[in-house]
């Protein structure tokens, strides 16, 4: 496996979701967002991330917290009442004791103040990256293969055997759930945005991976769909 990694490459196959209600910082962020990320979303306020996120499934988010109609910090209790791990960084010019105490409760990745460099920004991306793997980027799937989410490979012996994006992004969101069952609906939603695919295109993506990681990992789970089982 290569021993040489950079964590952000992690997010080439992931989606994230700006809300920003200034449209020139907007543009800014989603555009620096976009070297890293496959997918980027921007949107002006707390209604238009409630409305995108009820459309389809991020693995980042990122929010202001002063927006017309619903603050970041009233969006992102929305969102931990659903999901607990999701990494969330917040970009704000408040540092008020109060606003710092609500997201500590929320479990926030990253509190920016307004203005921040990039170097600073590059960590909170960082960090984002750490919780989505749980720090760990040599995941060992069985006894002959390691996966390897910087460089989307499997790493069998001397053998390296590269992912695509597709495979790269359902295994890592099996990983993130192993030992739970995840149903056809589950992949849907995090896989494609507004086309509905049928369930003979998630089997033969799920093929496709057991080719590359070993048939054994992936357990079938009849009628509903797959549980990733590490060995």
Sequence with gaps: MQNSYNLLDILSDKKVLYAEDEKSIRDNVAEILELFFDKVVSVK????AIYEMGLKSYDVLIFD???PHM????VIQKVRKKDKKIPIIILSAHTEEH???RAVE?????????PYDKDTFINALNEAVIELVDGNIAIKLNEKCIYNPCAKVVCEGNKDI???KMESRLLEYFIKRVNQTITFEDIFEYLWDYKSPTKEAIKSLVKEIR???????IQSVYGIGYKLELG
């Design 162 to 164: 590269k992912l695509s």
């Design 99 to 101: 606003y710092l105490w």
């Design 106 to 114: 929320l479990k926030i990745t990253k509190y920016l103040k307004k």
């Design 71 to 74: 603050d970041g910090l009233e």
């Design 211 to 217: 080719k590359k990681i070993g048939s054994e990992c």
């Design 65 to 67: 917290i002063c927006m």
């Design 45 to 48: 306020d707390g209604i238009e």
